[in-house]
Each structure stands twice: as structure tokens, then as C-alpha cells.
T-cell receptor, first 112, second 114 residues
Framework: RKEVEQDPGPFNVPEGATVAFNCTYSNSASQSFFWYRQDCRKEPKLLMSVYSSGNEDGRFTAQLNRASQYISLLIRDSKLSDSATYLCVVNTRSGNTGKLIFGQGTTLQVKP | NAGVTQTPKFQVLKTGQSMTLQCAQDMNHNSMYWYRQDPGMGLRLIYYSASEGTTDKGEVPNGYNVSRLNKREFSLRLESAAPSQTSVYFC?????????????FGPGTRLTVT
């Protein structure tokens, strides 16, 4: 079983739609969680950290469910510019270091 | 503030050649990382340096060596390149602490080994 699993998609949605991605992780000792965005042939960029209480940043809402070991990302009012691959990332601490485990990504295509 | 920079952006090597990928960060981060990204595989950690003076193996270290030259710079060396090392290489840095590890990535190096 992969440590971090995501549905690769692609998710094809019209502009203005609401879309949700889920991600599951296997290590119950994981400490922190993130969503990164990666555009084609570019580096991953931090979209948002995910907190236990859930957090919102504009049109983006992230939720964490530690009991079920899953993380979600909700995008409201999708824009064409939201088209990208969204990476679910889990931080598993090992001693004094932290290792990020990346999911393979979910591809979103927003169409006019 | 350039963030994380990497050189070169593109490189073509023949099998058996060697090269060093350079990475530098200006965010005063203590930790630095090297990843490779292949289609269908996601990002995989090659080596990391939790702090200046330390380096450790990641998930896929074979065929690579690293040097943490100082707090700012972390280089990745391929001693004898193989076609299986054709990939996109990303360097990242973070300020580890309090269980958090937000990493910031450089623009990547696209390496082709023929």
C-alpha cells in the first residue's frame, strides 16, 4: 500500500464548479499535512498547510481527519487558472528530521 | 529574495559521464533536500541534509552523492550517469521545527542520459 494515496483523475470541471479531492495516508504517526500545487513542467508550490481544525484560504478549504487518516481539499468557484496537479503531502517525523511523503497528484482541468 | 535556485536548468549526458547539480537557497533555512520526479512515480527523496554538516539517504540514493557545502548550498553529484537517472531533479529547503516542514522548491533540472 502506498504511504499517500490520491485519485490521479483527471477531474474535468466547468468554470465556477466546486470540486473536492481526497487523499489517504497510512502512517498514523504523521505530524503535519500539506497541499501543494504543481503546474505542468514547473516545481511544486505550497498551496496550504492543513490543520486539525480545518482551514480556509479564499476559495480553498482543507480538512484533516486523523481518525480516518484522510485529508481533503475543496475548491469553490473554480477558475481556469486552477488547472494544475494537486499534490497531497504528509510529513512523517523521524528523529530530528522530517520527511515529506508525496502523493502522485490529482490532475484538475477547469474548462470554460 | 530569489528563494531556491538550481543550475543547470537542462542537461544531456552520455552514459558514464558525471555531473554536479547545484542548489542554493537564501531563506536561511536549515534543511535542504534533493528529489527526483518521474512520470507516474511522484516525487521521491534522494538525499537530504537536516542541518549544515549532516547528510542522510532518502528513498532512492543509489548512484548519487551529495555535499552540503554551507548553510546555503547543497549539491547533488552523479558519478557515472545511467539512462535510469533520466528525470527531473528538484531541490527544496525548509526550516524544520515544531513538527512542521513546509518545503520550498527550486525550478528543477531536466536531465536526460542517453
Amino acid at each position: 500500500r502506498k504511504e499517500v494515496e490520491q485519485d490521479p483523475g483527471p477531474f474535468n470541471v466547468p468554470e465556477g464548479a466546486t470540486v473536492a479531492f481526497n487523499c489517504t495516508y497510512s502512517n498514523s504517526a504523521s505530524q503535519s499535512f500539506f497541499w501543494y500545487r504543481q503546474d505542468c513542467r514547473k516545481e511544486p508550490k505550497l498551496l496550504m498547510s492543513v490543520y486539525s481544525s480545518g482551514n480556509e484560504d479564499g476559495r480553498f478549504t482543507a480538512q484533516l481527519n486523523r481518525a480516518s487518516q484522510y485529508i481533503s481539499l475543496l475548491i469553490r468557484d473554480s477558475k481556469l487558472s486552477d488547472s494544475a496537479t494537486y499534490l497531497c503531502v504528509v510529513n512523517t517525523r523521524s528523529g530530528n528530521t522530517g520527511k515529506l511523503i508525496f502523493g502522485q497528484g490529482t490532475t484538475l482541468q477547469v474548462k470554460p | 529574495n530569489a528563494g531556491v535556485t538550481q543550475t543547470p536548468k537542462f542537461q544531456v549526458l552520455k552514459t558514464g559521464q558525471s555531473m554536479t547539480l547545484q542548489c542554493a537557497q537564501d531563506m536561511n533555512h536549515n534543511s535542504m533536500y534533493w528529489y527526483r520526479q518521474d512520470p507516474g512515480m511522484g516525487l521521491r527523496l534522494i538525499y537530504y541534509s537536516a542541518s549544515e554538516g549532516t547528510t542522510d539517504k532518502g528513498e532512492v540514493p543509489n548512484g548519487y552523492n551529495v555535499s552540503r557545502l554551507n548553510k546555503r548550498e547543497f549539491s547533488l553529484r552523479l558519478e557515472s550517469a545511467a539512462p535510469s537517472q533520466t528525470s527531473v531533479y528538484f531541490c527544496a529547503s525548509s526550516r524544520l521545527g515544531q513538527g512542521r516542514n513546509e518545503q520550498y522548491f527550486g525550478p528543477g533540472t531536466r536531465l536526460t542520459v542517453t
